[in-house]
Nanobody, 119 residues
Framework: QVQLVESGGGLVQAGGSLRLSCAAS????????MGWYRQAPGKQRELVAT??????TYADSVKGRFTISRDNAKNTVSLQMNSLKPGDTAVYYC??????????????WGQGTQVTVSS
């Protein structure tokens, strides 16, 4: 079973920064994509950023402010969030899609970490 553990969430004032990290553990042969999604109360879960071996993708609302990165050796993905806005307030979820040793594809989600931007 693959587990994703997130850290770095919290409360910050508008204009501030936070860095979210997500560490994956378990039976992972390869990782195809990792990313971050977020969900505000009463809203649909939405894509924030994803990263593969070749590319990154960002929601328009965070382009220029957020940066996603990964460390393949550690099976971690991070999200550097700068110039935070109250509209960024949400529960942020780490996502991983990969393959087990026999080529079986799987995906999994972290438990979520709260990001609250005041003012």
């Amino acid at each position: 079973q693959v587990q994703l553990v997130e850290s770095g969430g919290g409360l910050v004032q508008a204009g501030g920064s936070l860095r979210l990290s997500c560490a994956a553990s378990g039976s992972i042969f390869s990782i195809d994509i990792m990313g971050w999604y977020r969900q505000a109360p009463g809203k649909q879960r939405e894509l924030v950023a994803t990263i593969t071996s070749a590319s990154t993708t960002y929601a328009d609302s965070v382009k220029g402010r957020f940066t996603i990165s990964r460390d393949n050796a550690k099976n971690t993905v991070s999200l550097q969030m700068n110039s935070l806005k109250p509209g960024d307030t949400a529960v942020y979820y780490c996502y991983l899609m990969g393959r087990q040793r026999l080529g079986v594809q799987f995906d999994t989600w972290g438990q979520g970490t709260q990001v609250t931007v005041s003012s």
